[in-house]
T-cell receptor, first 112, second 113 residues
Framework: GAGVSQSPSNKVTEKGKDVELRCDPI?????LYWYRQSLGQGLEFLIY????????KSGLPSDRFSAERTGGSVSTLTIQRTQQEDSAVYLC??????????FGDGTRLSIL | AQSVTQPDIHITVSEGASLELRCNYS??????LFWYVQSPGQGLQLLLK??????LVQGIKGFEAEFKRSQSSFNLRKPSVHWSDAAEYFC???????????FGTGTRLTIIP
């Protein structure tokens, strides 16, 4: 069956550019999460969507980061005016309302 | 605030030997605990989880973990490792198993012949 799909798998961009990362969750999963995995920082929570509730944005590191989830399915994480410290692997996960999180393979973002 | 400590950054074991990866957590209520495995270039795969009930939980690939409330630990074990077990292992704690997870910094496992 289809798992969590993330695109692109790799993204290289210049400092100061905006980037959009996409996540297609598992069909029927109501919850969607974004995490960032960087060297020396481990895995850190960014944002969480659950159904029609307001998202939990408590992990977003700055106002350059934003995310939306359209129609309760696909999500886009946007990073504006990218900085070199934004280089990381961005992981998306989804889960049923009561269940474990299933992760995609991530987007490796490199800022030159 | 919840936190997870994985005290071993890197462990090397021989193929066929037993394995124990340590995980200690700090959480104010009854925790929901997870172990994930990550192979290079891959996402995280769930090995096992503890929500309630029997404190010894069985997972995939022959792994098990034991929840010990008195020690705030959730150590991962496998009786005999295979070369394919080489990967990074993450312990995580969450609330209700469905909100943001707090991860440990991971333990990298190397298997030698």
């Amino acid at each position: 069956g289809a798992g969590v799909s993330q695109s692109p798998s790799n993204k290289v961009t210049e400092k100061g550019k905006d980037v959009e990362l996409r996540c297609d969750p598992i069909s029927g999963h109501t919850a969607l999460y974004w995490y960032r995995q960087s060297l020396g920082q481990g895995l850190e929570f960014l944002i969480y969507f659950q159904g029609n509730s307001a998202p939990d944005k408590s992990g977003l590191p700055s106002d350059r980061f934003s995310a939306e989830r359209t129609g309760g399915s696909v999500s886009t994480l946007t990073i504006q005016r990218t900085q070199q410290e934004d280089s990381a692997v961005y992981l998306c996960a989804s889960s049923p309302e009561w269940g474990s999180q299933h992760f995609g393979d991530g987007t490796r973002l490199s800022i030159l | 605030a919840q936190s997870v400590t994985q005290p071993d950054i890197h462990i090397t074991v021989s193929e066929g030997a037993s394995l124990e990866l340590r995980c200690n957590y700090s959480y104010g209520a009854t925790p929901y605990l997870f172990w994930y495995v990550q192979s290079p270039g891959q996402g995280l795969q769930l090995l096992l989880k503890y929500f309630s009930g029997d404190t010894l939980v069985q997972g995939i690939k022959g792994f098990e973990a034991e929840f010990k409330r008195s020690q705030s630990s959730f150590n991962l074990r496998k009786p005999s490792v295979h070369w394919s077990d080489a990967a990074e292992y993450f312990c995580a704690v969450g609330a209700r198993g469905n909100e943001k997870l707090t991860f440990g910094t991971g333990t990298r496992l190397t298997i030698i012949p």
